[in-house]
Each structure stands twice: as C-alpha cells, then as structure tokens.
C-alpha cells in the first residue's frame, strides 16, 4: 500500500472567455482540485505538454481552434485524459462531430448549474481513476499468469524427480531390512547413551536459564536506549520550531534593512506583509501559498539595496527616465538575492512579477492576464496602498479612502477582478477592527490587556508583535524603557468583549 498522499487531480479550463475561466475556478478551488486555465486549444495543448492532466473542460466556439479540433487531437495525444465539452449552442452536428473525433465523456450547456458540472467533473475523475486502477489490475494479472506457468513448468519437472526418487526408494528398502536389523542392535547402545543425555540435558538447561536472564538484562538495556532515544526525537523536535521561529525572524530583520538605509516610513515592509496575507486569506489561497505571500511582502524592497542613496529617497512620480530605468531593475535584484535560499523560491518568483500588470504594460516581462501570479498582484495592490497613504509614490500623503479610490482608477489594467474584490473586502474589515482598538500611553497599560498591532520603535524595529498579553512584569519594563528614552510610544488594545455579545456570538457561530 503506498503511504504517500496522492496529489489533487489536475483539471485544465480551456475558453477564449477569461470571464468564464474565473467563473469555474471559482467553482471547482473549494473541491481542492489543481486548476490549469488556457485561452485557447493551442495554450491548452502546450500545457498539456507540460504535465499531466486528468481532465479538460472546453468550450465548443473558439477562435482559431474549436473544441472539437482540440478535443480530438488531446484524444490522439492523451486517450486517458477525461474530456468534457461547454457548449452554449444547440448545434446537434457540432455535439455529434465532438462525441465521434473527440470521444468526449459527456456535454454540459451554458448556463450551467453548478451542481452538474460538480457532479460531470466529479463523475469524470472517478471514471479516469477506475480506468487506471483497471489497467493496473490487468498487468498486475498477466505478470502473475505468466508466474504461474513458470510454477507449473516447475512443477512438472519436480513431478518427473519424484518418479525417479520413488524408484530409488524401492531399491533402498531392501538395504533397510538389513539395517533395521543393525538399528535394533543400536538400540541398547542408544540406551545407554540416552542415560548420558539426560544428564547433559540438565546442564543444558541450566545454561538456558543463565543465557535467558541474560536476554532479559539486554531487553532492559533496549527499552532504556528506547526511551532516551524518544526524548532526543522530542528535544529535535523542539530545535526545529525553534529554527523556524528563528528563520522567521531573521526574514523580519532583512526586510527592515532597507529601511534603516533609506530613511523611509518605518514598517512598510512589515504592514505591506500583514496587508497581503489578510488578502491571500480572503481568497481562500492554502497556507503554504499564504506563507509565502507573506515572506514576499516583507522582502518586496529587498532589491532596492543596489540602488543609490538619491534615487532611494526620491518619489517614484519624481524619478527621471534614466532613473526610472535603474529603479525596474530592483524585482531582478531581489530575485537574484533570495534565489540561494530553497525556502524562498517561490517568494522571490512573487518579487519578480509584483509590478506586472494584467493589461501587459508592467515590468520586467511584460506578461499579461492569467500570466500574472495572483501571489505578486496581492504584493503590488498592498505595496500600492501602503505607498500611497505614506507619500512614496506621489508628492502628496493619500488618505486611506484616497488610496483605495486611487487603486480602482486603474484597477482594470492592473489586478485580477478577484484580488479587486478581495482588496475590498479586507479594507472593511480593517476599518471594523480599527475601530473596535483604543489607544493608550505606558502609563495607561493592565496586567492582562491584548496588543492589536505590532509595536514598532521609531527605526520600523519590532518591538511587541500584535496579539502579545501585557504581563506586570512587561509593563513595568516598557514604563521604564519609554521613560528613559523618551519614546512617547503609543500602544493600540483591543477592547475587552462583552460577554453577553461573546456568548450570541458563540450561538450564531
């Protein structure tokens, strides 16, 4: 039985319509499916190329390549790949050409209700998992055939052996009489010497009981060895999440190294982070891709570090074109900085793109649409709004109503309608939080009381992360610490629930 978890199965969305390619990713990301999207039967046989497939959706009008053509040729390159054709006509002869050339496995029309296509797609991926399994049982069944003719062949030598030995044993019979004669003459010897063995038989046993006190003292030994060895298993255990911590923090250093340089709004790298995750979550990304998304936003500047002081300090509207030229190169930079690091692969692939744009006049690739990772154009909508509200990208600080009017102006060209939305809807829910926190000195703070953003010093260092409990202890440390500093510090705290809307909530919940 294999032990490894299966892979999702993998679907490929083929529609010259990028509205109905959101539309069923839409559908089928909950059902934990791997989605691939194309906008064309040539996009989706190049993909096809690539890696495998366990089933298509395609739309029957296309330009240039219809769904049967593309259908019948994934037949020919991929007879076990489940084909299902989207059709919004009712055009009998094209359903009939796709069923004859493409061999597909069923049709849906448009509109379609989303239960059907659910249970044609979920149907279809059984089907295509009870085929494979067939084709395993069948070889699995010639290889075991052709075993047992080999046994048989075997067999039937053995047999003409037999027939042999049998007639050797005839003819020993004969010399065993004689022998049998000579055994009863032993047998008064063997009498003797079994008087002997029942002594030797003692001693024996007498070494067994020594040698299996023995094995118990071992046993002992084993079952000590075994619980040191848990306990070293739980102290690397421990080591682990320390290092995971400890690499964490190390990402939360690099990224304010930048700004210790440039002099610029303390944090950006952190609340630009915090901004993106709180989107990558709206849209239902996984925790790896959320994860990963994060360690971008906090490294996106990263690559800023190669440029000089001047160009650093200077608002990117202000920026000449020979300046402008030399600030593209920083996602390049960046990429090439975090690329030795295995665990921040993806996030710098995330840096590269973050100023793309779907409408292709981003850089440094140009890429367009689908091609654009959703993970960098979370990076790029949150780097844009923190921007915005901290004067970076204009000469003028935008107010956080602003920045958002601001990011739908030209949001069409830049974002996914999905990150737009997603955008959206965290910005609401941060107004909500916003103002459910107070603010309060050092002097203000209680045992007790939860930190609802980090604390940062006046370098954008991380002081307190959002979330910490204030102990007697802390406070009395932060008190004195702002005292002789002469911080000024603010400290944003959630406010206490009443317990009587915790407890409606609860019920709701």
């Not at 659910?118 to 010639?142: C, M």
């Not at 009017?405 to 309608?417: F, L």
């Not at 955008?423 to 000195?441: G, I, R």
């Amino acid at each position: 039985m294999n032990d490894e978890v299966a892979s999702p199965p993998t679907i490929l969305l083929v529609d010259d319509e990028p509205s109905i390619l959101s539309a069923l990713r839409r559908l089928l990301r909950p059902q934990g499916y791997k989605i691939l999207m194309a906008e064309g039967g040539a996009a989706g046989l190049a993909l096809m190329a690539l890696e495998p497939v366990d089933l298509v959706v395609s739309d029957m009008r296309m330009p240039e390549m219809d769904g049967v053509q593309f259908l019948e040729q994934v037949r020919e390159g991929w007879p076990g790949t489940v084909r299902i054709l989207l059709t919004g006509y009712a055009d009998i002869s094209s359903t009939i050409a796709a069923i004859n050339r493409g061999a597909i496995h069923r049709y849906i029309s448009k509109p379609w209700d989303d239960n059907d296509i659910l249970l044609a797609i979920g149907d279809g991926l059984q089907r295509h998992k009870l085929e494979q399994e067939n084709q395993r049982l069948a070889q699995l069944t010639q290889v075991q055939n052709e075993q047992l003719q080999d046994m048989n062949m075997q067999l039937q030598d053995s047999n003409a052996q037999l027939h042999s030995v049998n007639d050797q044993l005839q003819d020993a019979n004969g010399q065993l009489a004689s022998v049998n004669q000579e055994l009863q003459d032993s047998n008064g010897q063997l009498g003797r010497a079994n008087e002997q063995l029942a002594g030797v038989n003692e001693e024996l046993e007498k070494r067994v009981q020594e040698r299996t006190q023995e094995l118990q003292q071992t046993h002992d030994e084993l079952s000590r060895s075994h619980a040191e060895m848990a306990l070293a298993h739980e102290k690397l255990q421990q080591a682990h999440l320390q290092l995971e911590e400890n690499f964490a923090l190390s990402i939360s250093v690099f990224a304010g190294l930048l700004e210790l340089r440039d002099g610029s709004v303390s944090g950006h790298g952190r609340r630009v982070a915090t901004l993106a995750g709180r989107i990558a979550e709206a849209l239902n990304l996984g925790p790896a891709e959320v994860l990963d998304i994060h360690n971008a936003g906090l490294l996106h500047e990263v690559g800023k570090i190669g440029l000089p002081d001047e160009l650093l300090r200077k608002t990117v509207s202000l920026m000449s074109g020979r300046e402008f030229e030399l600030y593209k190169r920083h996602p390049l930079q960046a990429q090439a900085a975090l690329m030795p690091l295995a665990r921040l692969h993806q996030s710098a692939l995330l840096i590269r793109s973050q100023h793309e744009r779907v409408d292709g006049k981003g850089f440094p690739d140009g890429l367009t649409g689908l091609e654009v990772p959703l993970g960098s154009q979370i990076i790029n909508i949150a780097s844009t709004f923190e921007s915005l509200i901290a004067g970076r990208l204009a000469e003028k600080v935008f107010s956080t109503v602003d920045a958002c009017k601001a990011i739908h102006e030209n949001g069409a060209q830049h974002y996914d309608p999905e990150v737009l939305a997603a955008f959206d809807t965290v910005q609401a829910a941060l107004a909500l939080e916003s103002a459910a926190d107070q603010e309060l000195s050092a002097s203000e703070l209680r045992g007790g009381m939860v930190l609802a953003r980090d604390l940062l010093s006046p370098h954008g260092s991380l002081l307190l992360p959002a979330g910490h409990v204030f102990s007697s202890a802390l406070i009395k440390q932060v008190q004195l610490m702002d005292q002789r500093e002469r911080l000024s510090l603010s400290f944003f705290i959630k406010k206490p629930q009443d317990p009587r809307q915790a407890a409606k909530k609860a019920q709701h919940a």
